[in-house]
Nanobody
Framework: QVQLVESGGGLVQAGDSLRLSCAAS????????MGWFRQAPGKERDFVAG????????AYADSVKGRFTVSRDNAKNLVYLQMNALKPEDTAVYYC?????????????????WGQGTQVTVSS
């Protein structure tokens, strides 16, 4: 079992930056692929970014590529999402997800564990 707790959300203005953190429980964190997803009101939960256990392989949604950066610290059981140049359309609840795997996937159904989410609101 893995428990995930996100933090770092908030209300910011367009163009600002935020860094989200996801703290994971468990002693085998390094064997988990981690993903970030977001869900805006009335919309489906969408893939934002993902990172493999070794941080060598990452993936991003086209809408955030070049603005967001995913990273992880296996020693601290943490995964981060650095969000720069935020836009109003980035407003959503952001979720951290995990699966014990050495492959990376963008589908919500791929991930076994989810955090409770953290709200990010970007005003124009």
């Amino acid at each position: 079992q893995v428990q995930l707790v996100e933090s770092g959300g908030g209300l910011v203005q367009a163009g600002d930056s935020l860094r989200l953190s996801c703290a994971a429980s468990g002693r085998t964190f390094s064997s988990y692929v981690m993903g970030w997803f977001r869900q805006a009101p009335g919309k489906e939960r969408d893939f934002v970014a993902g990172i493999l256990w070794n941080s060598i392989s990452t993936a991003y949604a086209d809408s955030v590529k070049g603005r967001f950066t995913v990273s992880r610290d296996n020693a601290k059981n943490l995964v981060y999402l650095q969000m720069n140049a935020l836009k109003p359309e980035d407003t959503a609840v952001y979720y951290c997800a995990a699966r014990r795997s050495f492959t990376l996937d963008r589908a919500t159904t791929f991930y076994d564990y989810w955090g409770q989410g953290t709200q990010v609101t970007v005003s124009s």
